[in-house]
């Protein structure tokens, strides 16, 4: 089998057995020359404890070696390409490894086999908790602007149209610790969109807030695709995905199920031999 | 910002692949407008809940070399062999604070940050940086207090002062290292933030902190060579040298500068290795 992963890809459309590579119609700037996230046999396993952090106690009482451990396999040799300028949505049943490949892809989760090769810079964004919950809103757009690795000008310039998209204008003071969990979230999603990243990552992060918020957020991530390049959103709500995406990918148990244009996944999706009951 | 700015196409690079040392140290680099905002932060933060607010950055210091004086000093009398016993306490004490401090702070700034690092990608060596910094910065208070209570008895102004920075210099280099190493460490077993306070605790009984070594231990015994190889012990010793005087510790200040650097490679490499594993649970 050809592997696109370790050699030098001559002219991104080359579509591989592994890869059923699927290119559509995109109104944005669309780069059918230009790859821009290669996924080859990715394989991602971990171990979770019984408990996430053993005490000193129970780890003695209990033997350190003897701790219980569960393996997930949670990606199974999943490969795929997208192009510059696509927005994919990754659709799947709770724990068929949507929120794991994404995080695989922005490199916070390691692999256990396969590569992951990425065009350009990488943002993920989460239903973000409060970064510090004892500074204020301000304090913490400014804290995450600075991790990003913005310059403070460049965090104040986008100041005031952060707390008009998040709608916090009075809260912007108040320590985060006091926000309500849609406030958090607004506020975190704002953060995220700082800065625009050449590969957007998209978890859930709608999920949280009202309809207000949601439409607006859905604007806010057009307007971020147009700069972005490329998307690749999780979420369980099918009709944002018919919103935002051309294409989609059905995750199912760690393996792709389908991958193609996103009316024929979720039809097939929805349909009885699909995961979810029409 | 337009649809032009995309044009230039990057490479594409592996997720996965360690970076090397330059870009992450350039990453770093970059970013280093964040520790400052984060150690003015926190310092602000710290006080803002009491009705004496910034006064206690002297209070605190200050009351705890009270502490320590009225026990050591007046009750227990491990006074033997110096002067200025007052002084001497105070020395030793803020330095052996800084280093203490830091590794503690270090070893919690992992796990306190979990919300950060699972937002934004960044190089992790910037939060135990950066509290290592907090806690810098913090120690500036404790100078003041210090030099007070320099001139309060007695000791006159001297240019040798002016080494005091160099030398906190040197216990910052090794502070950072210490703190990587405590960070890593807390995310492979959380209890060692429970677990350091008693190691420090020893520390502070093994580096002459409440005593004058040179008149419990005899010279040229293996007592001595254990409490000089002490990088904390030759951290203390050159500060009294800075503010009280008398002979220059060389061979104590080559085996600083040796321990800093070894700290801060060796910290620094063994905490990257681990890089990916901070975004876990």
């Known amino acids: 089998m050809v592997s696109c992963g370790s050699e030098p890809l001559r002219n991104g459309t080359r579509v591989t057995e592994s890869s059923k590579t ?40 209990r033997g350190f070696k003897s701790r219980r451990t569960i393996e997930v396999h949670a990606v199974k040799n999943v490969s795929f390409d997208v192009h510059v300028g ?18 695989s892809i922005a490199g916070l989760q390691s692999l256990s086999n396969g590569s992951i090769k990425v065009r350009g810079e990488v943002g993920l964004l989460g239903v973000g908790a409060a970064l510090k919950p004892s500074l204020s809103g301000y304090r913490n757009v400014i804290l995450g602007g600075l991790a990003l690795g ?67 957020s859905l604007e806010r991530l057009g307007e971020i695709r147009a700069k972005a390049g490329t998307i690749l959103m999780v979420t369980h709500n099918l009709s944002e995905i018919r919103e935002s995406c051309r294409r989609a990918i059905w995750l199912d148990q760690g393996t792709i199920r389908m991958d193609g244009l996103v009316e024929d996944v979720i039809a097939a999706y929805e349909s009885p031999t699909g995961h979810r009951p029409a | 910002m337009s649809v032009e700015t995309r044009s230039r196409a990057p490479e594409l690079r592996d997720v996965h692949a360690s970076s090397k040392l330059g870009p992450y140290l350039a990453d770093l680099w970059t970013r280093r407008s964040y520790i400052w905002y984060v150690a003015t932060n926190e310092l602000r933060q710290r006080q803002i809940t009491s009705v004496l607010g910034n006064l206690w950055h002297l209070l605190n210091p200050a009351l705890t070399i009270g502490v320590y004086y009225v026990i050591f000093g007046l009750v227990l009398k491990t006074t033997r062999g110096v002067e200025n016993f007052f002084l001497f306490l105070t020395v030793g004490l803020f330095v052996f604070q800084f280093t203490q401090k830091a590794t503690i702070d270090g070893a919690k700034s992992i796990v306190t940050n979990k919300g950060l690092i699972k937002a934004v990608q960044f190089p992790r060596a910037l939060l135990p940086i950066s509290s290592t910094v907090t806690e810098l910065l913090a120690m500036a208070p404790n100078f003041v207090v210090l030099y007070a209570v320099a001139l309060l008895s007695g000791v006159t102004p001297s240019v040798r002062w002016l080494s005091m920075i160099p030398i906190i210099g040197i216990q910052f280099v090794f502070s950072l290292g210490t703190a990587m190493i405590a960070a890593r460490m807390t995310t492979h077993f959380i209890d060692t933030i429970q677990i350091l306070p008693f190691i420090f605790r020893l520390i502070l009984y093994g580096s002459g902190v409440i005593f004058n070594v040179d008149s419990y231990v005899e010279s040229g015994g293996i007592a001595e060579l254990i409490f000089k190889l002490n990088p904390i012990y030759c951290f203390i010793t050159l500060a009294r040298w800075s503010v009280m005087g008398g002979e220059f510790p060389a061979t104590l200040m080559v085996i600083a500068i040796g321990w800093s650097v070894a700290m801060l490679v060796g910290g620094f490499l063994w905490f990257r290795a681990a890089e990916e594993r901070y975004a876990r649970d």
Do not use: C
């Open chain 1, 86 to 103: 696509e927005a994919v949505g990754i659709l799947g049943s709770n724990g068929s490894g949507k929120s794991t490949l994404l995080r």
């Open chain 1, 150 to 216: 913005m310059s403070r000008e460049q965090i104040e310039d986008q100041l005031d149209e952060i707390v008009e998209f998040s709608g916090l204008s009075d809260a912007m003071a108040r320590p985060m610790s006091t926000y309500s969990s849609g406030m958090r979230a607004r506020l975190a999603f704002s953060i995220s969109t700082l800065r625009v990243p050449d590969v957007l990552l998209v978890d859930e992060a709608l999920a949280v807030g009202d309809k207000e918020f949601r439409a607006r």
């Open chain 1, 22 to 61: 699927f290119v559509p119609e995109a109104a944005g700037p669309l780069r059918r020359d230009l790859l821009s996230i290669v996924a080859r046999d990715v394989d991602v396993r971990y171990t979770v404890y019984e408990e996430p952090h053993v005490s000193a106690r129970k780890a003695v009482s």
